[in-house]
């Protein structure tokens, strides 16, 4: 049985998540009947403090938002027009968590009762009283709503147990939150949930793409999403939503590998948990700046290490269509980087993810077989910076990709010091890239024209490559000397 409080109250809430008690106590000074649900409540009588939280009001949701909004320097976004729920998102400093988010929605049914009734498990079933909250110790369980008592009961037992017996075939997207939970709480699914997930998994095919991103964009937003992924295999419940990613299991490896795909993907997204969270693994004097890097949003609140756990996810989806052997038997997998990359956009755009979104994904599978390519052969200043150019803004994300992805490369042709030298290279990499970021250009295209009378062109692009070629080479220090390198690669002569 796990622990919990025997009682909770404002300042019980004040002492773990200050700010949402400071947001509780405006809300009860509306005196709206307004009720603390799901996840928060959850969480909080595990010791635990949510990002999130969600609040069922009687009162007009939208006007409560705005309210709450204008009191933390917040924004509102329409969620769902039609079942009027709205969202606050705050932005807090980052000894502040961050980013919060809070959710208002109407009160569904005749009461909160039944409004809970109808949610996905009954763990996050339950809620409590703002204004009971804000003005007196609130008793465990008894001071709960929380319909039978199945919520605390099976937050206590740690079970994930359905609400319902329609709660898949209302929502199959709620087989990935079930594998979500299991994983983030460390609980057992109930027997006959498990059972209905797997009857109604196949219905996710039919769900639409934003919903399924949704809940799996929260999954990689946490590390330990291989475990998830690994218990809906086991489950049987992968196929339906990702058939590429399935048939890569049994697929054989060459002896660079010690793992088949499929085993190698899921041991790749751990060690790149492992490098997120520590980037100094790879470069100490690059980590704050990796770190920082890898925090910044990439589409929603969502950031750029979301997303790469998804490119890792699918970097080597190709090798299920271009596995090959030559006459001595050994495996190859020529140019499946561009065929993950290829599947990988498709399943981006199944997803309805952002432009932005989907370039990044294209981009850091696609090229993250680029650092082991040029690894392979001499390595000169110019093919550096060739490497630097392609990888551009990402060099970062696709650095952290490949290095995970030879760190789960363990078979006997892979040694510890080819994954030393690997890991070497890409620190170098690294700061060579922020070195780059940091040098301003001599020279802008528009210069150019401007200076040899030039028309827009390939060739200006060229030009401009072989100037910040030299800059960074050291060979070039000013405009003037930028100018005079481009006139004599010209072979024409500086205008009056």
Known sequence: MRDSPEAIDLEYIRHRDAWLADVIEFLARKGDRIYLVGGYVR??????????????????????????????????VVLHPEERIFRVMAHLPPERDGFRIL???????????????????????????????????????????????????????????????????EDPVRVLRAFRFKRLLGFDIEESTL????????????????????????ILEEPGSAGVFEDMGQAGVFDPLFPSLYILKGVEQNAFHHLDVWGHVLMTLDELDCLLAQPELISPCMAGVMR???????????????????????????KAWTATRDETGRIHFFDHQRLSGGEMKRVAEGLRLSNRAEAYLLKTVT?????????????????????LQRLGDETIDIVLLSVADRAATLGPLSTEEGRRLFVSFAAGLVEEWRREE????????????REFGLKPGPLIGDLLDEIRFAQLEGFLETRE??????????GASQPE
């Open 103 to 169: 959710d208002f929605s109407p009160i569904k049914g005749t009461d909160i009762d039944r409004d809970l009734a109808g949610r996905d498990f009954t763990i996050n079933a339950i809620g409590v009283g703002i204004d009971a909250l804000a003005r007196e110790r609130i008793p465990l369980p008894g001071g709960l709503v929380d319909r039978n008592g199945y919520g605390w009961r099976d937050i206590k037992a740690g079970l994930i147990r359905e609400s319902s017996d329609q709660v898949f075939l």
């Open 367 to 387: 090229r993250h077989m680029d650092i082991g390519f040029i690894l392979s052969q001499t390595v000169t200043p110019r093919a550096l910076r060739r490497l």
């Open 481 to 490: 000397e930028a100018l005079h390198f481009a006139r004599d690669v010209l």
């Open 43 to 76: 969480d909080l009588l595990l010791n635990r403090v949510s990002r999130d939280a969600d609040f069922a009001v009687e009162a007009d949701p939208a006007s409560i938002a705005r309210g709450v909004a204008g009191f933390v320097g917040g924004e509102v």
């Open 195 to 218: 059972n209905h997930l797997r009857k109604y998994a196949e219905l996710i095919r039919g769900s639409p793409g934003e919903r399924i991103a949704a809940e799996l964009l929260e």
């Open 438 to 449: 940091k040098t301003p250009r001599l020279l802008g295209g528009a210069e150019l024209m």
């Open 292 to 318: 920082a890097h890898m925090d910044e949003p990439l589409m929603g609140q969502h950031r750029r290490g979301t997303f790469l756990r998804l490119a890792a996810l699918f970097h080597d989806v190709g």
